[in-house]
């Protein structure tokens, strides 16, 4: 796996443009921008029991159909948020952008989620049910039984249910989703780290500026 190094920087302003144009210098990489690996998986390790105490306050035992789509709809986009920001080369820009929910499933396809065979149509499917529920009032039943149905070993476990039924099934997906994510992260992390183990180790008689990422500057001509 080849690694890369993650920043925060933020994206240049009209004000670098100009300072660009009146000194020739610019969009330079400090030693802080820089987010280490070990940085990224202390993260991991506090989004994790983050989403314990998110899971506990808005997954509660209540049954009422209507509150656990949406509950459950806000988890997903809650992780979906953190996938975007410890996968991306660059962290924070999705504090600062509007991005739909869709969107957001599309940017965590592209930055490599594996091609599970459930797991996109699942989400496809909850955010159809949530919003029937946000925009027309309505619960798609039918939609939640194919969803069900479709993250079960057998398709009978999705034959007449109750709502309250539905209510524990949409939680328990939900929170495999989320798991999966999270699951993903850290893999995708911990494959990053041991790449740069055994980089380094290879070159550890060299010199130390040729292992560690280097600011950089860019000057006009």
């Not at 993260?43 to 989403?51: D, G, I, P």
């Not at 739909?100 to 599970?116: A, R, Y």
């Not at 055994?198 to 560690?212: F, H, N």
């Amino acid at each position: 796996m080849n690694r890369f190094h993650k920043s925060r920087r933020k994206r240049p302003n009209i004000q670098e443009a100009e300072q660009w144009l009146k000194r020739g210098i610019g969009g330079g990489m400090r030693a802080d921008d820089y987010v280490s690996v070990a940085e990224r998986k202390k993260r991991l390790v506090q989004l994790a029991e983050e989403f314990k105490e998110k899971l506990k306050k808005h997954l509660p035992r209540s049954h009422n159909l209507e509150v656990v789509i949406l509950k459950c709809h806000l988890l997903v986009e809650f992780m979906f948020n953190q996938y975007i920001d410890l996968i991306a080369p660059t962290e924070g820009v999705i504090e600062s952008e509007r991005f739909t929910f869709k969107q957001k499933e599309t940017l965590v396809h592209m930055l490599g989620f594996p091609s599970d065979p459930v797991f996109f149509p699942s989400i496809d499917l909850l955010n159809s049910i949530r919003n029937s529920v946000a925009h027309a009032l309505a619960i798609d039943r039918r939609k939640i039984d194919h969803l069900i149905r479709i993250n079960s070993e057998d398709p009978d476990d999705a034959k007449r249910l109750t709502d309250n039924q539905r209510a524990t099934a949409l939680k328990q997906i939900t929170k495999f989703l989320c798991w999966q994510m999270l699951g993903v992260m850290e893999a995708k992390h911990e494959f990053e780290w041991m790449d740069d183990q055994e980089k380094g180790e290879q070159s550890a008689g060299g010199d130390a500026e040729d292992r560690a990422p280097q600011p950089w500057r860019v000057c006009r001509a």
